[in-house]
């Protein structure tokens, strides 16, 4: 079994690096839309924070695999057409922004009203407020849950085999069905997620103990 | 602060970029609207499908990936078995190369649909409900269906024993439509469970989780002669299906070539030879 386990470390690398690939460019753009939604649902006028509630609620009240297989096949009814790598990456970025936008709201929310006044008090603008008081200290406190979001992510990135991406999963089943066995694979791609797992954990502490010390 | 506002400009602008792909996207919605709306399934340019394949060099082929004899990975972690060697050759002679990709049954249709590939060549059987959607080449393969069960059971010979019990079948399979529009009303009450691929069902036909499933022989005997699984074929044959390369609606140029390329196949013995090499008999037809 370890044999058979060690001899096809290199065709399951393969699916881990899609699997590496979705997932950071997926937290790279969800922690964008993260960001710009929390803002409109806090800062934005009624149809701005209207529409921002909308999206967290319908991506957070429909599983993943519903929006993935929305942008892969329904959108294309429409005419827009992405390649598989493209409307996993898509899918998952915009969910996870969903996630992330409350976790980024809840951390605004957190900073104390007394930094905004005394921001007010020497005369920054709304704007200047968020961007040079709040949101850094914001970020702090968002980062331990952020943590939990993508390493959720990476593991839901397994979801996108169903779209013919050859990601960590698809690479599984498919030897699955070469070798005709499922333990040594699974217990296999178990560990790769789980290390990448936590390699995620550790980059996430290294950048809470940067931001710790910055102030 | 310098560096942090600079941060959030960069942060801002990255996701306006990602928004205005996302709305360049919409804007090719009302062209491509406009076909669809026009009540036919078929894009402007569907006439060129076999030139668009042949310019590109390369036509996209979409299999399971995981139904031997019929499309696995072999040793070297490549796509083999029956249909990728039809599908090889068929590309040969239509003068490109196939690039395969391999996905769940239930999803190869729909992703024709879509475009995502020029051809579905994984064991896809030729019926009315599926001609309604898409189109098919001649059939390149004849498979005879059978009942399979555990070899522990006895009380399993033919189609009217499932009463009561639970079956598998492939999710999205002919073979699934055929036992809940066709046999289900004739035979009375039984569970269908649906599996992704064949491997899994034998599996659990084989720990006792369903007490049968249908498919074809030669997809079963690779499976049995490599795991020692302990099932069997029962009965006669249910039913007999052709399979042919699926390809999308309204593109005789590419269904003719294609059809040419299997027809010069049969003809100078490539065929046979692809396929005693996988099933080790000569085909029946």
Excluded at chain 1, 95 to 102: F, K, M, P, R
Excluded at chain 2, 148 to 174: A, M, R
Aim: aromatic share 8%; with cysteine.
């Amino acid at each position: 079994m370890l044999e058979l386990m060690w001899e096809n470390v290199p065709f399951l690398l393969k699916g881990a690096y899609y699997t590496l690939y979705i997932t950071i460019v997926s937290m790279l753009f969800g922690l964008m839309i993260g960001l710009v939604v929390a803002v409109a649902r806090l800062k934005g006028n009624r149809p701005v924070r209207w529409l921002a509630r909308s999206y967290v609620s319908i991506i957070r009240g429909t599983p993943v695999l519903v929006q993935i297989a929305v942008i892969y096949y329904g959108l294309d009814d429409y005419g827009i057409s992405f390649g598989s790598l493209t409307a996993a990456c898509l899918a998952l970025s915009i969910n996870t922004g969903a996630y992330l936008s409350e976790t980024f709201r809840g951390a605004i929310l957190a900073v104390p009203k007394g930094q905004t006044e005394a921001a007010y008090a020497t005369g920054m603008s709304p704007g200047q407020t968020m961007r040079r008081i709040i949101l850094p200290q914001a970020v702090r406190i968002a980062i331990p849950p952020m943590g939990n979001t993508f390493v959720g992510m990476l593991k839901e990135t397994s979801l996108v085999s169903v779209i013919g991406v050859s990601e960590l999963m698809r690479q599984a089943q498919l030897l699955q069905a070469q070798y005709l066995r499922y333990m040594p694979f699974l217990l296999e791609i178990g560990i790769m997620y789980w290390i990448m797992s936590i390699g995620f954990s550790a980059i996430l502490e290294r950048v809470e103990k940067r931001l710790a010390r910055a102030y | 602060m310098k560096t942090r506002k600079r941060g959030f400009l960069v942060t801002t602008l990255m996701a306006l970029a990602m928004f205005s792909l996302v709305l360049s996207a919409c804007g090719t919605k009302p062209e491509a609207a406009n076909n669809n709306g026009a009540g036919s399934s078929n894009e402007a340019a569907a006439g060129n499908e076999l030139e668009a394949i042949k310019k590109a060099g390369v036509i996209k082929v979409g299999m399971m990936g995981t139904y031997q004899p019929y499309n696995f990975l072999n040793d070297k972690k490549e796509l083999d078995g029956f249909d990728v060697d039809i599908a090889n050759e068929l590309a040969k002679r239509i003068g490109v190369k196939a690039e395969f990709t391999a996905q769940e049954f239930s999803g190869l249709i729909p992703s024709l649909q879509k475009k995502k590939f020029d051809a579905v060549i994984s064991q896809v059987t030729i019926t009315p409900d599926r001609e309604k959607v898409i189109d098919f080449t001649d059939p390149y393969i004849t498979n005879n269906v059978n009942i399979i069960v555990n070899n522990k059971t006895n009380d399993i010979t033919k189609l009217e024993d499932f009463k009561g019990k639970t079956i598998g079948v492939g999710l999205g399979t002919n073979d699934e439509s055929y036992l809940r529009n066709e046999v289900l009303p004739k035979v009375g009450d039984f569970e269908i469970k649906t599996y992704d691929d064949v491997i899994t069902s034998l599996k659990d036909l084989n720990s006792g989780r369903i007490d049968a499933t249908i498919n074809n022989l030669y997809a079963l005997k690779p499976i049995v002669d490599k795991n020692g699984f302990q099932i069997k074929a029962v009965g006669e044959p249910i039913k007999s299906d052709q399979a042919g390369v699926a390809i999308n609606k309204d593109t005789p140029e590419l269904k003719a070539a294609l059809n040419k390329a299997l027809k010069e196949m049969k003809e100078d013995g490539t065929y046979k030879t692809i396929f005693k090499k996988w099933f080790g008999e000569e085909p029946k037809e």
